[in-house]
């Protein structure tokens, strides 16, 4: 496919199960963004990789959450020990290249709820 | 803090109509600001973007109006049609690796 692909779409958790959240990006870009997008809100920023380096990880609200991207392309967003109000969008974007004005392309994010 | 501050929350314009959105921002070091569409259940996706050496940019019906001197950019839409009933971001960069997004507007385009 030629766009952002993220797995699952939905996922449901119990409070407390650890949540595991995969980013497919546009093949060869070499910036990996995150986002959480709450009901009614926009996207808020969590992480960014520049192929395999996690450069800034300044948006993630917790210890409990933790990104990597090993090999500069799949990315996987982890939640440790899911909490209410973790329950969002969560958004994953690619681009091209690192500047500001690089077009970030972003997937359909997954939902997640957690009961 | 939010560093870009949209409006209107909400908007329903009338097909043919022209939308305005608004948003203001602090940041004088911003030099990207885009326009991000989402459909729901989609991610969004860019719209059109400016950076901050022009005062407007225009594509098709869409156009960004931009005021250096009182922080603030806008979208208007021409010739509003139903299919642009969707939600709208405006965002910025307070650094090069994230955007910081607006709360968004939702746009309805009635018949």
């Known amino acids: 496919g030629a766009g952002v692909s993220q797995s699952p779409r939905y996922k449901v958790a119990k409070r407390g199960q650890d949540v595991a959240l995969r980013c497919d990006p546009i093949s060869g870009h070499v910036s990996l963004f995150w986002y959480q997008q709450a009901l009614g809100q926009g996207p808020e920023f969590l992480t960014y990789f520049q192929n395999e380096a996690q450069l800034d990880k300044s948006g993630l609200p917790s210890d409990r959450f933790f990104a990597e991207r090993p090999e500069g392309s799949v990315s996987t967003l982890k939640i440790q020990r899911t909490q209410q109000e973790d329950s969002a969008v969560y958004l994953c974007?690619?681009?091209?290249?690192?500047?500001?004005?690089?077009?970030?392309?972003f997937g359909p994010g997954t939902r997640l709820t957690v009961l | 803090q939010q560093q870009v501050k949209q409006s209107p929350q909400s908007l329903i314009v009338q097909k043919g109509g022209i939308s305005i959105i608004n948003c203001a921002y602090e940041n004088t070091a911003f030099d990207y600001f885009p326009w991000y569409q989402q459909f729901p259940g989609k991610g969004p996706a860019l719209l059109i973007a400016?950076?901050?050496?022009?005062s407007e940019k225009k594509e098709g019906r869409f156009t960004i109006s931009f005021n250096k001197s009182a922080k603030q950019f806008s979208l208007h839409i021409m010739d509003s049609q139903p299919g642009d009933s969707a939600t709208y971001f405006c965002a910025a960069p307070p650094a090069a690796s994230k955007l910081t997004f607006g709360t968004g507007t939702r746009l309805q385009v009635t018949l």
């Open positions: 400016i950076r901050p050496d022009v």
């Open positions: 974007a690619s681009s091209a290249g690192p500047l500001s004005y690089n077009e970030q392309f």
